[in-house]
């Protein structure tokens, strides 16, 4: 049982509506009251912090601008899931990611390929800080060429994923990438700091079509460009922008 005991205001509500939204079972109590004998974790604020250190059962200070990265530690500890922090990533346009503290999927995200980056940045800051691990699809070469590039200060690895999208049943539309990348998570892979890719033509004319689609006068982008935005120095966009300007320095 998740026992919340503060009476820090922000804390409080913080942690309680971030239980209730996650279906988990939790009870309150005063922080001078006794604790429920059923408790297996305590969540406080930091005024209280020193008054449940002799208590037989882990305590989680839970910070008010971070009440998330609080729930989920006390949901992995009830779960048995403590652990390390591991982010799956499925690379595509849009990304799914899974956050894995231990075995329990404490989050997930499915963002375009421009946010990526920031999320499982602010991801690894949230969770734990001793040896966080990323471990990244070796599918959609480009745009994981590119997030394996992108994320620097944290541990990358290269995975081989085979098998790690799901049969999807009917309702379940929209969640492959996303149960992809949990399953990511769960392997282990080869630990990888920058990964080189030579486009292939199909590649660089699958960039030359998205190039159309963003284009508002239906042109695409030269192969010269196509290249530049396949290695990572050039978004759709701003080849786009050299593109009508005419300048391809």
Not at 41 to 60: K, L, M, R, W
Not at 165 to 181: F, Q
Request: negative net charge; aromatic residues 2%.
């Amino acid at each position: 049982m998740i026992v919340v005991a503060t009476a820090d205001f922000e804390v409080y509500h913080g942690v309680v509506n971030e239980l209730r939204d996650r279906g988990a079972t939790f009870t309150t109590v005063e922080p001078d009251d006794d604790l429920p004998e059923s408790t297996t974790v305590i969540v406080t604020g930091a005024e209280h912090a020193d008054s449940f250190a002799v208590e037989a059962v882990p305590v989680i200070v839970a910070d008010p601008d971070a009440v998330r990265a609080a729930v989920d530690e006390a949901l992995a500890t009830v779960r048995g899931g403590g652990g390390r922090t591991i982010i799956g990533v499925d690379p595509g346009r849009n990304p799914g990611i899974a956050v894995l503290a231990g075995e329990t999927v404490v989050a997930a995200f499915h963002v375009p390929i421009g946010d990526a980056v920031d999320v499982i940045h602010r991801e690894v800051r949230e969770g734990d800080p001793v040896d966080p691990v990323v471990r990244v699809g070796d599918g959609s070469r480009l745009e994981g060429a590119k997030l394996v590039s992108d994320l620097e200060d944290v541990r990358v690895e290269l995975v081989d994923e085979t098998g790690t999208t799901p049969y999807l049943g009917t309702g379940a539309r929209g969640m492959g990438d996303v149960l992809a990348a949990v399953n990511i998570a769960r392997l282990e892979g080869e630990p990888i700091e920058t990964r080189e890719i030579e486009p292939t033509a199909g590649e660089l004319q699958v960039i030359k079509d998205r190039s159309r689609e963003y284009s508002e006068t239906n042109r695409a982008i030269d192969e010269a460009l196509a290249r530049r935005v396949a290695s990572g120095e050039l978004t759709v966009p701003e080849a786009l922008e050299i593109h009508r300007n005419g300048d391809e320095e």
